[in-house]
């Protein structure tokens, strides 16, 4: 079993720059250089794989497929992502199958999500079930499932109510949008209620325009400015700016990553959450804690 280790280096670079990095322009005899022994390669993508694969594969002419996938990806798909070079074909439990049938164990599931394995009887089950039963209505009408997922998470959790999206940059829309509604419905005889966002360094919230917003890398945001405006970014943890900002009154919302994900893994401190709940809830401010890649 060789090791492959592909890091979390910088997610969101154009997956040019990631066919350059493993030469896949080129004839390699193995994209993930499995042929060659242990080795450690830096990508730009989180896939942690173990990767069950012997000398024999190198140069089997199978390895093609994966390349033809690659390269017919690039032609016809819109290069948004840099993916790691693996085309994965099927999966059972833990573990992941390429289209050379090289085996992986899959240690990242959608990144935080739909973690419950490859194949799963139970979720397959339920699936069927519901898609024999009633496939897919829109939301003009109400349909069971809704009701009774919704039931369920207003039980386990905190929240009185839940709003279904998509992703999770859609539901940092909805936060957006239920923050200034919520602030011109408290104040509805105020002339400018407030409208503005604190957003912290270090965050991510999304790709769509609101959710970019949001976000602190420069390099997310800019190709795509103007984005919305009055978002002030400041320092992870820092309450003293961060309590001066709120006071001023102009903060619809302030936006945090208890653990930030994508920057990074960094806990806000149990005393920095405390001060944003009391001072949002001092100014009238709603407290968004976006915790959509925590699991
Ligand atoms: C903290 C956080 N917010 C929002 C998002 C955006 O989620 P999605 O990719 O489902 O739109 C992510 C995705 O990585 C995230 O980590």
């Avoid at 993916?83 to 935080?112: H, N, Q, T």
């Avoid at 959710?211 to 919305?228: D, G, I, N, Q, W």
């Amino acid at each position: 079993m060789s090791s492959v280790h592909v890091c979390l280096n910088n997610p969101l670079s154009p997956s040019r720059t990631l066919r350059r990095s493993f030469s896949l322009h080129r004839e390699t005899p193995s994209l993930l250089g499995i042929g060659n022994g242990r080795r450690t390669l830096h990508a730009i993508a989180c896939l942690n794989v173990e990767v069950e694969a012997t000398d024999s594969n190198a140069g089997k002419p199978g390895l093609l497929k994966s390349k033809e996938v690659m390269e017919t990806e690039a032609r016809v798909l819109v290069g948004t992502y840099a993916r790691a070079p693996v085309v994965l074909a099927s999966g059972k439990g833990c573990k992941l199958y390429d289209v050379e049938g090289r085996e992986y164990l899959d240690m990242s599931a959608g990144i935080a999500v739909n973690a419950l394995g490859h194949g799963d009887e139970d979720w397959l089950k339920a699936v069927v079930e519901q898609a024999t039963t009633l496939t897919h209505v829109s939301n003009m009408y109400y349909s069971l499932p809704q009701v009774e997922l919704a039931k369920r998470l207003v039980a386990s959790s905190f929240a009185d109510r839940v709003f279904f999206s998509n992703s999770g940059t859609e539901a940092n829309e909805a936060a957006i949008k239920f923050s200034r509604k919520f602030q011109r419905y408290t104040h509805p005889d105020a002339k400018e209620p407030a409208t503005e966002f604190i957003s912290f360094t270090n965050s991510f919230h999304g790709r769509t325009m609101g959710a970019l917003a949001l976000t602190s890398k420069e390099h997310y945001r800019s190709p795509f400015e103007p984005v919305m405006p009055g978002v002030t970014f400041l320092e992870y943890g820092n309450i003293q700016v961060t309590k001066e900002l709120i006071q001023q009154g102009r903060t619809a919302a302030v936006f945090v990553e208890p653990i930030q994900g994508e920057g990074g893994i960094y806990s806000a401190t149990k005393e920095f959450l405390q001060f944003l709940r009391s001072a949002c809830d001092d100014a009238g401010t709603l407290l968004v804690f976006d915790e959509v890649i925590i699991c």
